[in-house]
């Protein structure tokens, strides 16, 4: 596609149930992100991937949090039960590969947990 | 272990003021910098980048250049505009291949006419 996408752009979810974030990179683009971005806390990594593997999954918060990418494309980001702490805008982005070289942000989803 | 510092915001200047946004980081070796920046309702985007120490990087007269013997990387334009309101955020990439970027916490700048 043209640049990233995720969906949804707005999630609200009650408190304790699951949702999943998806994430569509940009065509050819080997490394995908993850990242919170909360009040304060500026922008928080959770998890990349180059290629289906995730070789820094460093950042995820819980064992509530899960990643996968299938295909070297879409990725989706999963929040198990979930809690009022995990609201927040929830960014994806993709690059050429990992590293050094410029990463496009997707324009996120925003969670909000009730 | 790797990390970015930026100066507290907000920022508020008035149009064609002067403009610092300092940036100091933490990393093994010499990783490249990046300054992105969020305008209000956009993704993030890369602003400008430097791969190595005494580097400018430059774009839409925002410049910052790579210090080793500071660890800094900070921002400065010489006249801003109100189109630069904006977040700003400092980043790093680590020496190690395949790695992803560490992000600063973000400066919001208010520029008014």
């Known amino acids: 596609g043209a640049g990233v996408s995720q969906s949804p752009s707005n999630k609200v979810t009650e408190k304790g149930k699951d949702v999943e974030l998806r994430c569509d990179p940009i065509?050819?683009?080997?490394?995908l992100y993850w990242y919170r971005q909360s009040l304060g806390q500026g922008l928080e990594f959770l998890i990349y991937?180059?290629?289906?593997?995730?070789?820094?999954k460093s950042g995820l918060p819980s064992d509530r949090f899960s990643a996968e990418r299938t295909g070297g494309s879409v990725s989706t980001l999963t929040i198990q039960r979930t809690q009022q702490e995990d609201s927040a805008v929830y960014l994806c982005?993709?690059?050429?590969?990992?590293?050094?070289?410029?990463?496009?942000f997707g324009q996120g989803t925003r969670l909000t947990v009730v | 272990g790797n990390s970015v510092t930026q100066m507290e915001g907000p920022v508020t200047l008035s149009e064609e003021a002067f403009l610092t946004i300092n940036c100091t980081y933490t990393?093994?070796?010499?990783?490249?910098l990046f300054w992105y920046v969020q305008y209000p309702g956009e993704g993030l985007q890369l602003l400008l980048k430097?791969?190595?120490?005494?580097d400018k990087g430059s774009n839409k007269g925002f410049e910052a250049t790579y210090r080793k013997e500071t660890t800094s990387f900070h921002l400065e334009k010489g006249s801003v505009q109100v189109s630069d309101s904006a977040v700003y955020f400092c980043a790093l990439v680590p020496l190690q291949a395949g790695t992803a970027l560490i992000f600063g916490k973000g400066t919001t700048l208010s520029v008014s006419s």
């Open positions: 065509s050819g683009h080997t490394a």
């Open positions: 430097a791969t190595k120490a005494d």
């Open positions: 982005a993709s690059s050429l590969v990992a590293g050094n070289t410029e990463a496009f």
């Open positions: 990393a093994t070796g010499y990783p490249s």
């Open positions: 991937f180059q290629g289906n593997s995730a070789p820094d």
